[in-house]
């Protein structure tokens, strides 16, 4: 079997309202879907997770695997990926990641030529519910949707997720720039969820130390199950460490730091961003071994999504629930999409390779909407339109 040609296609799905983060307002997601084309009829689907690494698979990636042997991701990973010396001395990690796109489709090649499901690829599974999150954040109203400006309304958007769809576990940013806010919120959740609810919170790293020290002193009793970047850097998060028990996650994936500093305990990561399925599971691996925990990233699209549950199905570590920003995904590019989840859990698919397809016309869509728009930008301020948001410096 051969690769005979690679298709990319930059697609924005917006949210049904913005949400608040420290850069700005977050208005939905801007990727590349890569359709990975064999001469034997296959063709597997990967999703880059932003559109700038679409360009490299274009200009850079997909020249080199034309003719590669799509089932041999060893040598396609050769073909395209620098030596890690190399882009550790260059600072230039691009490649590995737009790579780690199109290795999921050549995971999703293998799985359809077996007639299998990525899962049993992987070993099969040791569970076939996989858990994620509801989100919550500040979300000024947009359509009819959001509206979650207070930290009665974020109250009341929880209790109506727990009552429309059984959830019980939820994450959210509560980034408006005061601290008291985010404590006033968290009590209300509490309060309203009960005991048994988990909460989970992340900043961004928009807290300094001296205020991330007090957040999480009066957050304490609150029984807050993650605390995702309450500080901006790994010594800070170890310095933090020893004022608060509540477990810290990161999205930069530096393990040899977190071992050595002890902190952060846990990794949120997006495949692609590790270079792929393998090298993702080489990293759980290790995580496993140096006791950090390990689940993923929110924010994707129904093909990387099902990456994560095969993964996730496979994956003993990985039994702790997922980010999603499901509920607030107005479409994808999958049929039947976007996944959401019911009494927290999303089933894996069971389909051959990841188990999904693209739908035409919802491709489409998607694909005209970035045509006509550009890429959405995560940086908007209201407030200050041509600047990045700022907040204070707590």
Known sequence: ???????????????????????????GASKSIIEVETDEGLTGLGEAPWYHFGE??????????IGADPLDITDCEARCVPPWQITANTGEGAA??????????????????????????????????????EYFSFRPEHNGAGGEMSPETIRDYCLKMREMHGSSIFEGKLILGDPNLEIKTVRLLRDALGELAQIK???????????????LRELEPFNIRNYEDPVATFEEMAELRRHS???????????????????????????????GIAKSLKFIAACEAMGKGFWCY?????????????????????????????????????????????????????????????????FRRWAKL?????PMSHFYDPARPTRHRTLPLH
């Open 1 to 27: 079997m051969k690769i005979t040609n690679i298709r990319v296609t930059h697609v924005n799905v917006p949210f049904d309202a913005p949400f608040w983060w420290t850069g700005g307002l977050y208005p």
């Open 56 to 65: 490299i698979i274009k200009s850079e990636i997909a020249p080199a695997l």
């Open 96 to 133: 590995s990641v737009a790579f780690g796109a199109v290795e999921v489709a050549l995971w999703d090649i293998k799985g359809k030529m077996f007639d299998l499901p990525l899962y049993k690829l992987l070993g099969g599974a040791v569970r076939k519910e996989i858990k994620f999150s």
């Open 201 to 215: 919170l992340d900043s961004n790293m928009q807290y300094s130390l001296t205020t991330a020290r007090w957040l």
């Open 245 to 275: 028990t509540i477990p810290f996650s990161t999205h930069v994936p530096d393990l040899r730091r977190a071992v050595a500093l002890g902190a952060p305990d846990n990794f949120v990561c997006n495949f692609a961003a590790l270079g």
């Open 298 to 362: 929110s924010n994707d699209l129904g093909i990387m999504t099902a990456a994560y549950l095969h993964v996730s199905a496979a994956t003993p570590l990985i039994s702790e629930a997922s980010q999603s920003l499901f509920r607030w995904q107005i479409g994808d590019v999958i049929r039947d999409g976007p996944f959401r989840q019911t009494n927290n859990a999303v089933r894996v698919p069971e389909g051959p390779g990841l188990g999904v397809e693209l739908d035409p016309a919802e």
């Open 370 to 374: 970035f045509e006509d728009e550009g």
